[in-house]
């Protein structure tokens, strides 16, 4: 299945798809976003997604182009119309075969060039569909690496950590130093040392049998699936805090993983030259990713695969 793109409302072709190069969200990063996955064809919690990309909107009073139900109703279009099987990926997990990954992108549109948002005019509204690209099955079996950099999450009271924005150069900036240092992600500092986020995931720990993560205080987005781990951690009877994290916390953790979207969870057995744990997946990130899995539906473990 090629690439689709909703672009307010009328089906084109990637290379077909044009937005004014003065639109803000391309001179100003002055937009809201969402991604969102398949599973069995079907947008996965898409009220969710639709909830926080209206208080992302709000908090920058930025006005959207659709409201939920219209954004709902173009999903769907664009999933219909970019319908079809892939090739067979012998090295995908096997819940990720046939899925789909789904950008929704609300501008506030195009106008004279200024800081000035008075002067946007006609917003804009675009879906992406492409076959999802998630990590591979050995991912999950084997975990990966991940790396502390020197990109600075930036501070609460300068940017909304609520706010899911077009404006991501630091996150580019952190993913390539992680990149260049062989790691799948990058994990972000703040000013005072703490960690607060990956690039595009939320950080978990396991230290003494108990979930750790960030509070959303520590500057975070709220992440969809963090929320719903957080949920199956309750439901499966695995205690939980909220409490800031220092690097050297993740390092001494007996199990370390980060969660988003297109990753679900996804353990970490390294940070940086530091081995979490046995080096492998531990049994608290298996059996909370079991968890997901079956309520996600579709394939459970990755026996298919071995």
């Known amino acids: ?71 709902t109703a173009e999903i769907e279009r664009t999933l219909a119309a970019a319908r079809g099987p892939d090739p067979v990926d012998p090295e995908a997990a096997p819940w990720n075969q046939d899925e789909r990954y789904i950008r929704l992108v609300m501008t506030r549109g195009a106008g004279e060039i200024g800081l000035d948002p008075a002067l946007a005019v006609d917003p804009v509204a675009v879906v992406i569909v492409q076959p999802l690209r998630a990590p591979p099955a050995r991912a999950y079996r084997e975990g990966v690496k991940v790396a502390v950099v020197g990109v600075r999450r930036a501070a609460p009271e300068a940017v909304d950590p609520s706010v899911k924005t077009g ?39 396991v230290s003494g049998g108990r979930l750790r993560t960030a509070p959303l205080s520590a500057g975070i987005l709220e992440g969809v699936t963090r929320g ?22 993740l390092e001494r953790a007996e199990e370390v993983f980060i969660t988003s979207t297109a990753r679900e969870i996804l353990p970490v057995v390294a940070i940086g030259a530091h081995t979490i744990g046995a080096g492998r997946p531990g049994p608290v990130t298996h059996r909370l990713h079991l968890a997901f899995r079956r309520l996600a539906g579709g394939p459970v473990g990755l026996s298919a695969r071995r």
């Open 1 to 71: 299945m090629p690439m689709l793109v909703n672009l307010d409302g009328s089906m084109v072709a990637p290379a077909e798809a044009r937005v004014s190069v003065f639109d803000r969200g391309f001179l100003h990063g002055d937009s809201v976003y969402e991604v969102i996955r398949t599973y069995g064809g079907r947008p996965f919690e898409l009220p969710a997604h639709l909830a926080r990309l209206a208080r992302s909107a709000e908090r920058i009073a930025l006005a959207p182009r659709w409201d939920a139900a219209r954004a």
């Open 228 to 249: 719903l781990v957080l949920r199956l951690a309750a439901r499966e009877r695995v205690p939980f805090d909220e409490v800031a994290l220092r690097p050297e916390d």
């Open 167 to 205: 404006a991501r150069l630091h996150h580019v900036l952190a993913l390539k130093q992680a990149r260049d240092e062989g790691a799948h992600e990058a994990l972000l500092l703040d000013d005072r040392g703490f960690v607060t986020e990956g690039t595009s995931s939320t950080v978990f720990a």
